[in-house]
């Protein structure tokens, strides 16, 4: 990919996930996943004068989409540090909040970043080039057992230990280093007619292990409930049922970490109201458009 180019990402289920943020004219939002700045734009294009938009992206490229708008800041950083960043631009409470989750399409589609079986080129699959381990370095340095987790946990795999033993025997021999390396030794346990299911579950573990994308998630809820004012809406989109279940549990009941409140029946006391009970899915007529909006689904809550 061009270094300096602005980059085009189609943006998923657009309408639907603004409409559910009941954009105010002078209220204040945070599009925690700015991306191609898609979903931005369009908050821009309801919000007034007065209002103003944050927009959040770990991701070095994402910065040449930023807007010259006075009403729109970005910040450069995970979202698992919302509110910090929120507290040094002196912002207590906000209107509303949005996440597009994952990567987005012109990086999957980048075979120097490696998160595609697709194309190939190095193992990397960070997010954030600045820092971190690649995905090489995971496959290079976790012990066997670490391995298994992984798989088991993120991809849930059938065959984890066997990968993870194979890994390690490979990498005996010589270092993993490209997407080419790792696909050479899944071959054996990739079954045919379902090759393309299969590694596209290893290569998402590997993928949520690099970036810690579920511990993100996890933050970045619990902070976003501290700042929603009384009535902000929050959206959220996934892309696999990993990140689905925990956005569920969290808008059933407010919590991952401390004990879950409940009232005197047993019922979870959250401090959302869920927006939309039946998950929102792209429409026939948009995953024609855009096959990557396939797999997202789409909740919204509201802070009592
Ligand atoms: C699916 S794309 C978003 C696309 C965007 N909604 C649009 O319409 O162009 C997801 C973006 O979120 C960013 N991202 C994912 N996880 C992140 C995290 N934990 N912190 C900050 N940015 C993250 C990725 O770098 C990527 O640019």
């Given at each position: 990919m061009d270094k300096t180019s602005v980059y085009h990402h189609i943006p998923v289920l657009l309408k639907e996930s603004v409409d559910g943020l009941n954009v105010c004219s002078g209220g204040i939002y945070v599009?925690?996943?700015?991306?191609?700045g898609g979903h931005s734009k369009e908050i821009l294009v309801r919000l007034g004068n007065t209002g103003h938009l944050y927009g959040f992206d770990q991701d070095e490229d994402s910065e040449k989409n930023i807007f010259s708008d006075i009403r729109f800041t970005f910040v450069r950083s995970n979202f698992r540090y919302l509110a910090h960043f929120m507290d040094w631009h002196n912002v207590k409470e906000i209107d509303g909040l949005l996440a597009d989750l994952g990567v987005s399409s012109i990086h999957f589609d980048d075979c120097n970043r490696g998160f595609s079986f697709r194309f190939i080129g190095n193992l990397d699959m960070r997010m954030n080039q600045r820092k971190g381990e690649t995905a090489a370095d995971i496959l290079n340095t976790y012990s066997e057992n670490k391995l298994i987790d992984m798989f088991d946990l993120y991809g849930e795999l059938k065959n984890s230990a066997s990968i993870a033993h194979a890994i390690v025997q490979a990498r005996m021999q010589r270092e993993i280093q490209t997407v080419q390396d790792f696909l050479d030794i899944l071959k054996p346990f990739v079954r045919k007619g379902k090759v393309e299911k299969q590694l596209a579950q290893i290569f998402q573990a590997l993928r949520i292990e690099v970036n810690k994308e579920l511990d993100a998630l996890k933050e970045m809820l619990i902070q976003a409930k501290q700042l929603l004012r009384s009535g902000g809406r929050i959206a959220i989109i996934t892309y696999h049922s990993l990140e689905d279940r925990l956005v569920k549990f969290f808008f059933k009941?407010?919590?991952?970490?401390e004990k879950i409140e409940r009232d005197f029946y047993g019922n979870f006391l959250s401090p959302f109201k869920i927006i939309n009970h039946r998950v929102i899915v792209a429409s026939d007529e948009e995953v024609k458009r855009n096959p990557r909006s396939r797999s997202a689904k789409l909740r919204i809550a509201e802070k009592i």
């Open positions: 599009d925690v996943t700015f991306g191609g009941t407010g919590s991952f970490y």
